[in-house]
T-cell receptor
Framework: DGGITQSPKYLFRKEGQNVTLSCEQNLNHDAMYWYRQDPGQGLRLIYYSQIVNDFQKGDIAEGYSVSREKKESFPLTVTSAQKNPTAFYLC???WGPGYTFGSGTRLTVV | GQNIDQPTEMTATEGAIVQINCTYQTSGFNGLFWYQQHAGEAPTFLSYNVLDGLEEKGRFSSFLSRSKGYSYLLLKELQMKDSASYLCAVRDDYKLSFGAGTTVTVRA
């Protein structure tokens, strides 16, 4: 079955540590996206990539980094520079107007 | 930039109809989407409008007026399982921008 896999589902990070969230898709979609969601809020765009080896900052890119070395993979690193990283992170991919979302990773700083 | 507004909360009775409005001001427009999101889960696609008018899909309908920057999602014959957050989203050339979401509570 085609889809997007995000792992892990739950992630705990100590303050000052970097952590990487995985996003893999087997839909053969060119574009991939990372969103952050805080309680009671909508999704805010962190980074997006239209094609392999290229990516663009979204609305809240500070404290995050990404790579797009393969079409199927778009990992997100939450760095220690991100001051408030506790949130629900969603990865998505698209071909044309429609988006497919992964099941999300809930990151908690302890 | 993108500005997408929708009400924060709505409450309705099982079997009733609820209309969720969405107004937008965006730098580009390539379609408006409605998603349903249950707590702790990923959004699921409900509808897509790119031309003016009404799109009907079972109990859910969505309307778009591009000249007014306005859309609504109509949920008919409400069921308890419809209690969720409903997200309005607008696509420009490259990306999807979301409103804050409307939490709908269905009461028996």
């Amino acid at each position: 079955d085609g889809g997007i896999t995000q792992s892990p589902k739950y992630l705990f990070r100590k303050e000052g540590q970097n952590v990487t969230l995985s996003c893999e898709q087997n839909l053969n979609h060119d574009a991939m996206y990372w969103y952050r969601q805080d309680p009671g809020q909508g999704l805010r765009l962190i980074y997006y990539s239209q094609i392999v080896n290229d990516f663009q900052k979204g609305d809240i890119a500070e404290g995050y980094s990404v790579s797009r070395e393969k079409k199927e993979s778009f990992p997100l690193t939450v760095t220690s520079a991100q001051k408030n990283p506790t949130a629900f992170y969603l990865c998505a991919s698209s071909w044309g107007p429609g988006y497919t979302f992964g099941s999300g990773t809930r990151l908690t700083v302890v | 930039g993108q500005n997408i507004d929708q009400p924060t909360e709505m409450t309705a009775t099982e079997g009733a109809i609820v209309q969720i409005n969405c107004t937008y001001q965006t730098s580009g427009f390539n379609g408006l989407f409605w998603y349903q999101q249950h707590a702790g889960e990923a959004p699921t696609f409900l509808s897509y409008n790119v031309l003016d008018g009404l799109e009907e899909k079972g109990r859910f309908s969505s309307f778009l007026s591009r000249s007014k920057g306005y859309s609504y999602l109509l949920l008919k014959e409400l069921q308890m399982k419809d209690s969720a957050s409903y997200l309005c989203a607008v696509r420009d050339d490259y990306k999807l921008s979301f409103g804050a979401g409307t939490t709908v509570t269905v009461r028996a």
